[in-house]
């Protein structure tokens, strides 16, 4: 079959490089597949659950924004604003954090100076890392409030 070299960086470190089967990346035009012998394509990613199968297995990779590059020689490279392993992933504080955003989104319906659209990024952000992390632990989704 062949294989792909890929590798996710963010502005922190380099979260993930080997050679992979394949990758499911969630792109502002929909989700994409790519495999070796991928034509050469660039771009724009969206909030979401990136999937990437190896010699190990799926992994799942939580990912908020980026751009992704299908280079020729099997390369696929992501350049993520944020992203993490589902291994990674702190339930606490990613559950934490969306409540926090949630709080000042409420404060700002009663009149404060808020940037709502940072505070939905960074809920949208929070709800994906919180998915993807009750996913790979196999735990049910939180009840609704």
Same mark, same amino acid.
């Given at each position: 079959m062949g294989t792909?070299?890929?590798k996710?960086?963010?502005?922190?470190?380099?979260?993930?490089?080997k050679?992979?089967?394949q990758?499911?990346?969630?792109?502002?035009?929909?989700?994409?597949t #790519?495999?070796p012998? @991928?034509?050469p394509?660039?771009?724009v990613?969206?909030t979401?659950?990136?999937r990437v199968?190896d010699?190990?297995?799926e @992994?799942?990779?939580a990912i908020a924004?980026?751009?992704?590059?299908?280079?020729g020689? &099997?390369e696929?490279?992501?350049?993520a604003s944020n992203?993490?392993?589902?291994?990674? #992933?702190?339930?606490d504080?990613?559950?934490?954090?969306?409540?926090?955003a949630?709080d000042?989104m409420a404060?700002a319906?009663a009149?404060?100076? #808020?940037?709502?659209a940072?505070l939905?990024a960074?809920?949208? *952000?929070?709800?994906n890392r919180?998915?993807?992390? *009750?996913?790979y *632990?196999?735990?049910?989704?939180?009840?609704? &409030?």
């Amino acid at each position: 079959m062949g294989t792909l070299h890929f590798k996710i960086a963010t502005p922190e470190k380099v979260v993930y490089e080997k050679d992979i089967f394949q990758v499911s990346i969630p792109t502002t035009m929909g989700e994409i597949t #790519i495999l070796p012998h @991928h034509i050469p394509l660039v771009s724009v990613l969206q909030t979401g659950e990136m999937r990437v199968k190896d010699a190990e297995g799926e @992994h799942l990779i939580a990912i908020a924004g980026g751009f992704m590059e299908v280079r020729g020689k &099997n390369e696929v490279v992501v350049l993520a604003s944020n992203a993490e392993l589902e291994t990674e #992933i702190d339930l606490d504080r990613a559950e934490k954090a969306r409540q926090a955003a949630i709080d000042q989104m409420a404060r700002a319906k009663a009149g404060e100076d #808020i940037d709502f659209a940072r505070l939905q990024a960074t809920v949208d *952000r929070e709800m994906n890392r919180l998915k993807i992390a *009750r996913k790979y *632990r196999k735990l049910p989704p939180p009840k609704e &409030n």
